[in-house]
């Protein structure tokens, strides 16, 4: 019962390198969404995708490029890091059932840009 | 746009005791859904408790009852008899109900550090 999985955990990277960070869910969810916290904030939507082949821009996503690959899978790309992209990342996916309208969360990936 | 707005940073109380987190939001939505999720230290974000809009009972998990006040735009959550496990963040959040049954993404408030006293 895995549920949401990210990958890696912990990164650390240097100003102007590039990564992925991946996001696997196998609840069969349509709706997929990536998040960042930084210190005393609450999580802010960077973007999110409501079904295979479909993705729409957050609150940040400036810095950021998503690929929602499949059903399962919505990755999360930094092309050139940037010290300010410093955060925890979630990774999230909701069935969007009336029923079941809840968003799963992953457990999260600490990024430091150094 | 929605705002969440989470009055309270910290809090404290003594185990076994009542607590009740803040939480106004704005919206002119009048489909959507309300959500409180606690995180503890180890960063995992856990549902505590959901409320749709428009139902007007208030929604109850165990020990968890929320305050609907929809007219008031208001959102608390009271926690019964505290355990020491209820350390940690509380977050309250926003979700319209998006058109065709979809949703979209939660609007988050900046948290509420809750501590439990032994």
């Known amino acids: 019962n895995a549920g949401v999985t990210q990958t890696p955990k912990f990164q650390v990277l240097k100003t102007g390198q590039s990564m992925t960070l991946q996001c696997a869910q196998d609840m069969n969810h349509n709706s997929m969404y990536w998040y960042r916290q930084d210190p005393g904030m609450g999580l802010r939507l960077i973007y999110y995708s409501a079904s295979e082949g479909t993705t729409d821009k957050g609150e940040v996503p400036n810095g950021y490029n998503v690929s929602r690959l499949n059903k399962r899978e919505f990755s999360l790309r930094l092309e050139s890091a940037a010290p300010s992209q410093t955060s925890v990342y979630f990774c999230a996916s909701n069935p969007e059932t009336r029923a079941k309208n809840i968003q799963y969360f992953g457990a999260g990936t600490r990024l430091s840009v150094l | 746009a929605q705002t969440v707005t989470q009055s309270q940073p910290e809090m404290s109380v003594q185990e076994a005791e009542t607590v009740t987190l803040s939480c106004t939001y704005d919206?002119?939505?009048?489909?959507?859904?309300l959500f409180w999720y606690k995180q503890p230290p180890s960063r995992q974000m856990i549902l505590v408790i959901r409320q749709e809009a428009y139902k007007q009972q208030n929604a109850t998990e165990n020990r968890f009852s929320v305050n609907f006040q929809k007219a008031a735009k208001s959102f608390s959550l009271k926690i019964s008899d505290s355990q020491l496990g209820d350390t940690a963040m509380y977050f309250c959040a926003f979700m319209k109900h998006g058109s065709g049954g979809g949703a979209d993404g939660l609007t988050f408030g900046k948290g509420t550090h809750l501590i439990i006293q032994p």
């Open positions: 919206t002119s939505e009048s489909n959507y859904y």
